[in-house]
């Protein structure tokens, strides 16, 4: 795959994740997060089999370690990310939200630095330090050290919760994808998340719940399913393969502006001065972690090598 592509298949990405907090917000506001989480991956396990069967064939058998693997990617990025992320947007606006998302480069990469040896530089340093402020201003709502004053809501506690999930997912998905496609892999989640999902849902609102939804909401839940999860994970994945995790996430960055247009367009949700100003901050912050110009100041300082010692030879 040309780079050129997988760049315009990220930024697409990165769009397409824009808008499903819209979507999210549609769908938690008409049925709870457990089925609304159940709906969107069992729409999407069902558009992935098709794919990955029209074009690959059967899936792949799996070895233990990579059917463990599966496991915690469905667990992290499926059922935990999803429940936080329905159960955030229920009180917080689709824009804020996608802001402090926005700062989940941030813990990738610090994740990369710590399981995969990558460089930390001063760039990066300071890239962190604006990220963190960028997303306590926007957690906040104007006010950074109300984070600390018991300030923030539920919500905004459970769409950090999104962050966490995605670090794990990000991270895992480095190592399996040594070895797992990344259509693979992203099936084999949906899948476990579907099947973790069912009857929890099931015992939430039972089948007259789903009938409840209205158009709008099932239009969501297309949307979620296929451009947000089936092309958006498998896209992310394709990036997390050749680029690593931290280069991949740094086009989550695209993703508030994204959300805050759209939100402003379709929700009527305004445009605050500390949304604007903790966007600007959190995409900053991840430009400069993913300069690579500036040499790493935690790397040890070479030691030079000793002068060899002549040894004597035959004859000596």
């Known amino acids: 795959m040309g780079l050129t592509l997988l760049y315009i298949k990220l930024v697409l990405t990165a769009v397409f994740w824009g808008g499903t907090f819209i979507a999210g917000r549609v769908v938690s506001s008409q049925t709870d997060p457990v089925t609304a989480t159940f709906l969107r991956f069992a729409m999407a396990s069902a558009a992935l089999v098709f794919l990955a069967r029209r074009r690959e064939g059967l899936l792949p058998r799996l070895t233990r370690r990579q059917a463990v693997l599966i496991l915690v990617l469905g667990l992290s990025g499926v059922v935990f990310y999803n429940l936080f992320f329905f159960g955030g947007l229920k009180t917080v606006p689709a824009g804020r939200a996608s802001v402090i998302v926005a700062a989940n480069p941030i813990f990738i990469f610090l994740g990369s630095v710590l399981f995969f040896r990558e460089s930390f530089t001063r760039l990066r340093a300071a890239g962190i330090?604006?990220?963190?402020?960028?997303?306590?201003?926007?957690?906040?709502?104007?006010?950074?050290?109300?984070?600390?004053?018991?300030?923030?809501?539920?919500g905004e506690f459970l769409i950090l919760g999104c962050v966490a999930s995605w670090v794990v997912y990000s991270l895992v998905g480095k190592v399996i994808m040594q070895d797992v496609l990344p259509r693979t892999a992203v099936t084999g989640a949906c899948l476990?998340?579907?099947?973790?999902?069912?009857?929890?849902?099931?015992?939430?609102?039972?089948?007259?719940?789903?009938?409840?939804?209205s158009g709008?909401?099932?239009?969501?839940?297309?949307?979620?399913?296929?451009?947000?999860?089936?092309?958006?994970?498998?896209?992310?994945?394709?990036?997390?393969?050749?680029?690593?995790?931290s280069r991949a996430a740094v086009f989550i960055n695209l993703v508030p502006i994204s959300a805050v247009v759209l939100a402003w367009l379709l929700l009527g949700e305004t445009l605050d001065a500390s949304l604007a100003a903790g966007a600007v901050l959190v995409v900053l912050g991840v430009y400069l972690i993913n300069r690579s110009a500036e040499r790493p100041f935690l790397r040890r300082r070479p030691v030079p090598p000793r002068p060899e010692t002549a040894r004597p030879g035959p004859g000596r």
């Open 129 to 154: 330090a604006l990220s963190f402020a960028g997303a306590a201003l926007v957690i906040g709502r104007g006010r950074p050290l109300a984070v600390f004053q018991g300030g923030v809501g539920w």
């Open 192 to 213: 476990v998340g579907a099947a973790g999902l069912l009857a929890p849902a099931l015992l939430q609102t039972g089948p007259a719940g789903l009938v409840r939804l």
């Open 216 to 245: 709008s909401a099932w239009l969501g839940l297309a949307y979620l399913s296929f451009f947000g999860t089936a092309l958006g994970f498998s896209w992310y994945y394709d990036g997390i393969r050749v680029l690593g995790p």
